[in-house]
Nanobody, 121 residues
C-alpha cells in the first residue's frame, strides 16, 4: 500500500559527492517526518538526518556541514545531498518516513530497501 524507493547510491572517491533520493508512493494521505538512516559494515543502524513536514532539520554531528536534507512535498520525495564524503560514510542508507495512510487512517513508519554508498579510493 505504501512504498519507499531510494536511489542515487554508488561508489565515490573520498571528497566526492552523491545525491540520494527517496520517493514515497501508494495510498498516502500525508507524509510526516522523513529520515535517513545508515548502517555501516559491522555497525548498528543510526539516524543521520531528519526533516519535518514543514522543513525543520536535524543532523547527527558527524555529518553537519557536509550533508543536506531537503524534501519536495508535492512529489512525496526527500533528498540527501552528501558532500565531502569520507570512507567512514560508507554504509547502506535507508529512507524512513511517517505516513498517514489513506486506507488505514493511522500514522505508521515505513522503510525503503536501502541504497549502498561506498566511499573509497
Amino acid at each position: 500500500q505504501v512504498q519507499l524507493v531510494e536511489s542515487g547510491g554508488g561508489l565515490v572517491q573520498p571528497g566526492g559527492s552523491l545525491r540520494l533520493s527517496c520517493v514515497a508512493s501508494g495510498r498516502i494521505a500525508s507524509l510526516g517526518d522523513m529520515n535517513w538512516f545508515r548502517q555501516g559494515p559491522g555497525k548498528q543502524r543510526e539516524l543521520v538526518v531528519s526533516i519535518t513536514s514543514d522543513g525543520a532539520t536535524s543532523y547527527v554531528d558527524s555529518v553537519k556541514g557536509r550533508f543536506s536534507i531537503s524534501r519536495d512535498n508535492a512529489k512525496n520525495t526527500v533528498y540527501l545531498q552528501m558532500n565531502s564524503l569520507k570512507p567512514e560514510d560508507t554504509a547502506v542508507y535507508y529512507c524512513n518516513a511517517a505516513v498517514l495512510s489513506s486506507v488505514l487512517t493511522t500514522w505508521r513508519g515505513f522503510w525503503g530497501q536501502g541504497t549502498r554508498v561506498t566511499v573509497s579510493s
